[in-house]
């Protein structure tokens, strides 16, 4: 169970409307903290909300896309008369996903704001706040792509990779100050928009998890920072960082094509 006097009495999650997400505005919300949940989609966002206040609580929602220049501010607009002791930043998407070389730079500039540029800012302002305080917890939701290049996937993995140093570092700074940062490292998920997307979770071997116990499993071990890695892939996580480089990051290719039904 989370421990609201160090975590509460409010919680931030940006992508809060599905998926994982949702998952953990409803672990936080059986616990008893209050929510405030931004997501870019109304629809979703308001049912997840609407099921997280069965418990109780008081949910705030933002919808807003946060690619915005001023997310920041629209966010500060709902958060600055409480005190939010968890940012769960959760948004990190592949929001434009194509072979480098002939794709769009802007496409490219938007994954790097949405997931480098945003987490930045948000981590910033409430981890101050935190460390003011002497207590509160970020969880930065990472990814197994973080740990090798992967075609046509090449800025979104480099920016998880950019998320897993980051976390280790913020870490390192807040830890003293009784405030505690995880990467919540995440392989295959079956979330909803994962299977929007038409992944092959059939593959032989795969581990696939759900966003319920990711969720759970993140909350129980944000204490265990700088990172954890979830769902039974430490072993994968391992191996990916390993070396030869170019035997790796090439038998993590064909496996991934198999889950993007490409091969």
């Known amino acids: 169970m989370i421990d609201i006097t160090q975590y509460g009495p409010w919680a931030v999650i940006a992508g809060g409307s599905e998926g994982v997400g949702s998952a953990f505005a409803d672990e936080l919300a059986a616990a008893g903290v209050n929510l405030v949940l931004i997501a870019r989609k109304p629809g979703p966002l308001e049912e997840t909300a609407a099921k997280v206040r069965s418990h109780g609580v008081e949910v705030r929602t933002l919808s807003l896309d946060l690619l915005v220049e001023d997310a920041?501010?629209?966010?500060?607009?709902?958060?600055?008369?409480?005190?939010?002791?968890?940012?769960?930043?959760?948004?990190?998407?592949?929001?434009?996903?194509?072979?480098?070389?002939?794709?769009?730079?802007?496409?490219f500039r938007g994954v790097i704001d949405l997931n480098i540029t945003r987490q930045l800012e948000l981590s910033h302002h409430f981890g101050g706040l935190m460390k003011d305080r002497g207590r509160?917890?970020?969880?930065?939701?990472?990814?197994?792509?973080?740990?090798?290049?992967?075609?046509?996937?090449?800025?979104?993995?480099a920016s998880k990779a950019f998320s897993r140093v980051f976390a280790e570092s913020l870490w390192l700074e807040l830890e003293p100050y009784g405030v505690h940062v995880v990467e919540l490292v995440l392989g295959v998920t079956r979330t909803p928009a994962m299977i929007r997307a038409g992944l092959n979770f059939d593959v032989p071997g795969m581990i696939v998890q759900e966003p319920e116990d990711a969720a759970r499993e993140g909350l129980e071990h944000i204490t265990d920072g700088?990172?954890?890695?979830?769902?039974?892939?430490?072993?994968?996580?391992?191996?990916?960082?390993?070396?030869?480089?170019?035997?790796?990051?090439k038998g993590a290719a064909e496996t991934m094509r198999k889950l993007l039904n490409r091969s």
């Open 72 to 107: 920041l501010a629209q966010i500060r607009a709902v958060t600055d008369d409480i005190e939010v002791g968890l940012l769960i930043f959760n948004a990190g998407a592949n929001s434009y996903g194509h072979e480098f070389v002939t794709g769009d730079l802007d496409g």
């Open 136 to 157: 509160g917890g970020i969880v930065l939701l990472g990814s197994l792509a973080g740990y090798m290049g992967s075609e046509h996937q090449s800025i979104y993995a």
């Open 226 to 249: 700088p990172v954890w890695v979830a769902g039974g892939n430490y072993e994968g996580a391992r191996k990916r960082a390993g070396f030869p480089r170019d035997r790796l990051v």
